[in-house]
């Protein structure tokens, strides 16, 4: 692998502009590797985000020419090809810290505004819960368990960028595993979910599902909540 | 109530489907046939389906169409809360109160 690879970084926050710079390419060189190169070797100023470099903290998700992507675990040959053009922005619908770093808070308020959190009840369980891995219940909750918060889909979302209020979908992604979990004794999440920001804003454009690197499907997710807000209001007990 | 509004504006859609189908239909029907205006009211004057099934098409127009326009501008603009709710409220009885009088009319009644 040789040759140099153009490479066109946002700097500044809301207001910024695009700063090129050259980079040497690499085998199995990824974008993250990129970003750091840069930022060791070129531009110490650089701002970006990153912590355990192997897909698991979520941390490290930017714009790669144009698609949300975890930097980590995305190779610079999937992204250009043959080609030589890079550019990274930070993520779309979140609020620019800095450069490639983006402020978080929003996004995680949210998880919090739709109950994305265990709620084990008031007394602790007697005894230990059975949950066959086999049931529809824990299938459903398996499916997206296995988010890491990385604000990807959140970026790709269309109606986020659209009603800033919308819960998005890793939040709601969340409350649907939860509601699937049957240890769980929050009542009141569907009521969480079932507001004019919630489940029911979702237009199942289905990016957040196109662009998760988990390959979870938020939209399913937030398919299963509009199912169950609905059941809940046509038996009159939203 | 947002499910209430979601359920009501699917529902409606599934009345829609049928009532613009007919609709077309009719309006097919009526031009292939050269039918003047007189023709078309003479046919429809005193006929109880025209009357059914034109107020369902109205009542759901009323229902779906405010819903729809009120999820489009809450993603669209700031406007929110009791006054876009009150707005649509209005706008739905305005559909209904002008296509009720457009199909009392063609009903004769």
Redo the contacts between chains.
């Keep these: 692998m040789s040759g140099m690879l153009q490479v066109e970084v946002w700097r500044g926050a809301a207001a910024g502009k695009f700063q090129t710079f050259a980079i040497q390419r690499r085998e199995h060189q990824t974008i993250l590797d990129v970003v750091t190169e840069i930022q060791r070797e070129h531009d110490a100023t650089l701002s970006y985000r990153f912590a355990c470099r192997v897909g698991m903290c979520g941390s490290c998700a930017m714009v790669v020419n144009g698609r949300p992507r975890w930097t980590c675990r995305t190779r610079v040959r999937e992204v250009v090809g043959g080609g030589e053009r890079l550019r990274l922005e930070p993520l779309r619908n979140f609020t620019v810290v800095k450069d490639l770093a983006v402020e978080m808070t929003q996004f995680f308020d949210k998880w919090k505004a739709a109950h994305g959190y265990f709620e084990p009840g008031r007394e602790p369980a007697a005894d230990f819960a059975v949950v066959p891995p086999a049931s529809p219940q824990r299938q459903a909750a398996d499916a997206g368990i296995e988010c890491i918060g990385c604000g990807v889909c959140y970026s790709a979302c269309d109606?986020v960028s659209?009603?800033r209020d919308y819960l998005g979908p890793a939040a709601l992604n969340r409350a649907w595993t939860l509601i699937n979990d049957v240890r769980d004794r929050d009542a009141t999440r569907l009521s969480a979910v079932?507001?004019?920001d919630?489940c029911?804003?979702c237009h199942t454009h289905m990016s957040c599902t196109s662009f998760c690197p988990k390959a979870i499907a938020p939209t399913y997710a937030i398919a299963g909540l509009?199912r169950a807000?609905?059941r809940?209001?046509?038996r009159g007990t939203? | 109530?947002?499910?209430?509004?979601?359920?009501a504006q699917r529902a409606t859609a599934f009345v829609l489907a049928a009532a613009v189908a007919i609709h077309l239909g009719t309006i097919l029907y009526a031009t292939r046939a050269d039918l003047t205006a007189a023709d078309i009211l003479a046919r429809t004057h005193g006929n109880l389906w025209f009357l059914l099934v034109y107020v369902a098409f109205v009542l759901a127009v009323a229902i779906h169409a405010p819903i729809g326009l009120r999820?489009v501008l809450?993603?669209?603009t700031f406007w929110r809360g009791r006054s876009l709710d009150f707005a649509l409220a209005l706008f739905s009885l305005l559909l209904l109160a002008l296509g009720l009088r457009a199909v009392l009319a063609v009903y004769g009644a």
């Excluded at chain 2, 109530?1 to 359920?7: G, K, N, V, Y």
């Design positions: 109606v659209w009603d079932g507001g004019s919630g029911q804003a509009k807000v609905l809940r209001a046509w939203s | 109530m947002t499910a209430i509004l979601f359920l999820n809450r993603e669209w």
